[in-house]
Nanobody, 115 residues
């Protein structure tokens, strides 16, 4: 199993980023995919998850309305569109399954929101 995140970077407050997660080694189209972030000095925080049927859940009010999760099953890829970014969104973002599989963590992608 491999999950490879990309798309992070440095962006100014109010900016946007689109994260990607390319999966391999399991039945992607049948899996609920989640995004988790870890900010400096803090524990992991669930951001969003997307069921095989397309039902999306956003775990915190803080991201609801600003972030959108999606998937392309033909490409075994999940996405997290992040708009109106805030400094508090600064974190390493990871994709995983839901429930999270500890043995599936990838390297994550760093998102830094700073003026």
């Amino acid at each position: 199993v491999q999950l490879v995140e990309s798309g992070g970077g440095v962006v100014r407050p109010g900016g946007s980023l689109r994260l990607s997660c390319v999966a391999s080694g399991f039945d992607f189209k049948s899996a609920t995919i989640s995004w988790v972030r870890r900010a400096p000095g803090k524990g992991p925080e669930r951001v969003s998850r997307l069921s095989p049927s397309g039902g999306a859940t956003y775990s915190t009010n803080f991201v609801r309305g600003r972030f959108a999760i999606s998937r392309d099953n033909a490409k075994n890829t999940a996405f997290l569109q992040m708009n109106s970014l805030k400094p508090e969104d600064t974190a390493v973002y990871y994709c995983n399954l839901f429930p999270v599989r500890p043995d599936y963590w990838g390297q994550g992608t760093q998102v830094t929101v700073s003026s």
